[in-house]
């Protein structure tokens, strides 16, 4: 299996990002993943991204699926995504290619005087019976 891990830092412009979806997704990857939040920049601690949200059948989750298949591979990539919450979006990982799937970031990020928690929400984390061995 060939992965491509894309370190590439986002963009302000979610135009911008989208375009270099594939510009930057090699043609021989089995697996290629962007950084967390790639359709658009967090910008400066403690911005408002609520305006850069979309559903993840939106723009980027788009772009994402047409450079998997042109490429036939599976892309992750992260995004914000729309909440019930219009002021505080998901932040979201998209997968899509062979398998398609969405997930929420269950675990902001509150530490070093940064506070994703005050502009993101936060799903709960599920909680799981415990194993028995």
Do not use: C
């Not at 891990?5 to 594939?22: C, F, T």
């Not at 021989?28 to 949200?53: I, K, N, Q, T, W």
């Amino acid at each position: 299996m060939q992965v491509a891990v894309v370190q590439q830092a986002s963009d302000l412009e979610p135009e911008v990002n989208r375009a270099r979806l594939d510009a930057l997704a090699p043609d021989d990857a089995d697996l290629v993943v962007f950084p967390e939040a790639f359709a658009r920049d967090f910008g400066e601690a403690g911005s408002d991204v609520s305006r850069y949200a979309e559903a993840s059948d939106g723009p980027f989750a788009t772009a994402v699926a047409r450079v998997a298949e042109a490429r036939r591979t599976t892309v992750v990539a992260g995004m914000f995504e729309s909440s019930d919450d219009p002021a505080r979006p998901f932040n979201t990982v998209l997968v899509r290619g062979a398998a398609s799937a969405d997930y929420r970031k269950i675990h902001l990020y509150d530490s070093f005087g940064y506070r994703e928690s005050d502009r993101l929400r936060q799903v709960p984390s599920r909680t799981r019976p415990a194993q028995r061995w």
